[in-house]
Every structure is written in structure tokens, then in C-alpha cells.
């Protein structure tokens, strides 16, 4: 989505605060072809995993845990809504929650049923303390600016909710108070006392505006990623979508095929070790994907290049209504675990750069790669060919020399 979506003043001074985690299961084994490194055993996955080095949102492996929630399991979620002297509501609660709540279906699907989005919505409007347009909601909102808001509507409810009994706050505004344009995501800062309401600490917030209304839940979708630890993946600068299209909800929202690429879902835990094809040395594999719409099978084949720095290919084949001319292929993007969020931590690489769109799609949306079609990196000694292809996944074969 444009402009930033997560508070990142106090940034600095909240890096010393986190604990990082390793979150790498047990090594598996992998396919490998014929080579000349065949007598090699097979390289595990935890061994093209990348360490996150720009110590917030980022592709690194190891997602602290004291910044960020846990992907996995359920995570408990109050609703609240919340109006404005300047800004009255007059009507019900129950429109403002139906236009979430498809978000807990889309997370499960996303996450394999391995991550559960429990809403809860309490159905009154809380008044906020101040107008809608004292709160400062413009692109550059302060971290202080946007905890205030947090505060206030946290202050506000605590006489009708228990917030001991949820992991994180959705804050939703009246549909009119424009002034609320944009839905930041709130990440606490653990080197302050910050928010708190019967005797818990509030760590996680989406406070959402007038783009719930434009995007619908796929916005929420979005915005919890960063509470898991996920970057933004669109522009902060030139071109907004440059670097990934439509191909994950943190990059274009509206795109034609947002979902979370295979590489997120290895990050978050929702895909296993043991459904990653790696290659972290010269040599060669095969691997048969499967699309990462769907649970089983292999998700992703790795080729890591460097310490920070890997080669991606995921199998695409949107299911349902979501199925089109954009969304089939092999996906081929690489990830730098050290470039921070909003200036491309991940590119996708276009195969098919001469293509005309299909209506709804744009050409980075169209990037996927196609039986007979190879990608090289001769700086990096990588090569991908696709061998095959059809409506049960992909056939791509690694090499790296």
C-alpha cells in the first residue's frame, strides 16, 4: 500500500530492544540430479535460510520474538470502533465487522490452516477522546502520534472489554471520520512503558482507515503480516510497485494475485523445512513444485547466493475466482534478507518483459516463467530452467556454478 504502513519513528532505539530468535526446525533432505556434486549429501534448508540483518521488518529467517507475534496457533483479536465528536455514529456496529471478517478465512487458506485469526468484535461505539483530525494521520504519522491513538481507544473500551483475554487490537474508525486515511500498523516499543489495559501489555495494533473500505480485509491481511514480522514489499520511493506487483499482499494489495509468496510462508512457519528444495553450493537439483496455493508437497526450491541474498522459484496457480492469466507459472524472484522494508527486500524477475498484459494485469504481474523458459544470474553462476508445467504444479531444475 502506499506510503508507510508501520510506525517507524524510534526505529533505531527499538532495535537495541529486540531478542532474536532462530526459528529453524530440523535440517531435511533434498532432490538432487546428476552432477558433478551429486556425492554431496544433499544440503538441508536451514542452510539457505537468511539471516535478517536490518533489525525490523525484514526476509531474515530469525524474526525476533519479542518485537513480533507468532504466526502460527491462534491469535486472539478484539475489535473495537471507535467515533469522533467530529465524526458521530449513529447507526450499527455489524456492517464494519462483516468487512473483516473474510480476513480469518483468507489467513487460514494462506497459512495451510497453521495460523487461526480468532475476531472478536465488541459491538458498541467507543467515543474517542479528541476529533478524528487532531490524531495527525498523514503519511510521516510520528510513532508517538500514533500511540496516542492506540492509547485513547484502548482507554476508552477498557470499562467493556477484558484486553488480558487478546493477543492483539483491530481499531476501526467510523466510515466517515476521514481525517483516519490510511490503517498504520502499530508494533510496540518495549523500551517504554507504552499501552496497557488490565494488567497487559498492548503489543499489537492495526488502526485502520478510510483504505478498509477500498481493500476490504485483504488491507488486515496486510498489516497483521507486519505483526508477524513481514516488510513491505511495495516502493517508499519512484514507482510504487516496481519491485513485486500484485504476487504477495504485503507488495499490491489490489493486485490480481496477492497471496504471501512461498518464501513468506517458510518464514512464518506455515510451510516445513521439509517442503523446501535447497541449494547453497555449486551443483545441481530438481525439483517438482507445487503451487503454493494449495497445502502439500514442495513449496519452494532455494539457490542461496550469499549470506543475505537467495533466488526464489514457487509454483503459481490461483485457485477459485482468483484464477487467470496472471497467476500461473513459476514464480522466480530474489530476496536480500539485509535491504530494509520498502526498498525491494524482494524483486521478482520478469519472464515475460514483451508481454501484453491481460485486462487487470500489468506486466509485473504477468512475470511468471513458463515451460522452456530458463533465468540466469552470470554474476551469481545461477540458472533456473522450467522443464514442465501443468495444472498440478512445476517441473524447475536449480544449477549454480
Avoid at 129 to 156: C, M, N, Q, W
Avoid at 209 to 220: E, H, Y
Wanted: charged content about 20%; glycine content about 10%; hydrophobic content about 35%.
Amino acid at each position: 500500500m502506499p506510503g508507510l504502513s508501520v510506525s517507524l519513528s524510534r526505529l533505531r532505539r527499538c532495535v537495541a530492544a529486540l531478542t532474536l530468535a532462530s526459528c529453524l526446525a530440523a535440517p531435511t533432505t533434498v532432490n538432487a540430479a546428476s552432477s558433478p556434486s551429486a556425492h554431496r549429501p544433499p544440503s538441508p534448508a536451514a542452510a539457505c535460510a537468511l539471516p535478517g540483518k536490518t533489525g525490523w521488518t525484514d526476509e531474515g529467517h530469525d524474526t525476533g520474538r519479542v518485537q513480533f507475534q507468532p504466526a502460527t496457533g491462534t491469535r486472539r483479536v478484539l475489535t473495537l470502533f471507535v467515533d469522533f465528536s467530529d465524526a458521530e455514529a449513529t447507526g450499527s456496529t455489524e456492517e464494519y465487522a462483516a468487512q473483516l471478517a473474510p480476513v480469518a478465512d483468507w489467513m487460514r487458506t494462506a497459512g495451510y490452516g497453521r495460523t487461526r485469526l480468532a475476531l472478536t468484535s465488541l459491538h458498541r461505539w467507543i467515543r474517542m477522546p479528541a476529533a478524528s483530525d487532531s490524531y495527525g494521520f498523514e503519511r510521516g504519522l510520528t510513532f508517538e502520534a500514533h500511540e496516542k491513538y492506540v492509547r485513547d481507544a484502548i482507554t476508552a473500551a477498557d470499562p467493556y472489554a477484558d484486553f488480558s483475554r487478546y493477543d492483539m487490537v483491530y481499531v476501526v474508525p467510523l466510515r466517515t471520520a476521514s481525517a483516519i486515511s490510511f490503517s498504520p500498523t502499530y508494533l510496540y516499543d518495549p523500551t517504554t512503558s507504552g499501552v496497557t489495559a488490565d494488567g497487559t501489555r498492548i503489543k499489537w495494533a492495526v488502526t485502520f482507515g478510510q483504505d478498509l473500505w477500498r481493500w476490504g480485509p485483504k488491507v488486515a491481511a496486510h498489516e497483521t503480516g507486519h505483526t508477524f514480522g513481514l516488510p513491505d514489499l511495495y516502493s517508499f520511493t519512484g514507482p510504487t510497485h516496481q519491485y513485486v506487483g500484485g504476487w504477495d499482499v504485503m507488495g499490491n494489495i489490489a493486485g490480481p494475485t496477492p497471496q504471501y509468496l512461498g518464501w513468506h510462508s517458510w518464514k512464518l512457519g506455515w510451510t516445513r523445512d521439509a517442503q523446501v528444495t535447497c541449494l547453497a553450493a555449486p551443483g545441481r537439483r530438481t525439483a517438482r513444485l507445487t503451487p503454493v496455493e494449495r497445502r502439500h508437497g514442495t513449496k519452494i526450491a532455494v539457490l542461496r547466493t550469499s549470506e543475505t541474498t537467495a533466488y526464489v522459484a514457487e509454483s503459481r496457480r490461483a485457485e477459485g475466482n482468483d484464477r487467470d492469466a496472471c497467476s500461473v507459472g513459476v514464480l522466480i524472484y530474489k530476496v536480500n534478507s539485509a535491504t530494509p522494508t520498502g526498498e525491494g527486500p524482494v524483486q521478482v524477475m520478469n519472464g515475460n518483459p514483451a508481454a501484453t498484459p491481460p485486462t487487470g494485469c500489468t506486466g509485473l504481474d504477468l512475470a511468471a516463467y513458463r515451460p522452456g523458459q530458463t533465468f540466469t544470474d552470470p554474476d551469481s553462476g545461477v540458472r533456473i530452467d522450467v522443464l514442465a508445467g501443468d495444472g498440478r504444479g512445476d517441473v524447475v531444475r536449480l544449477g549454480m556454478s
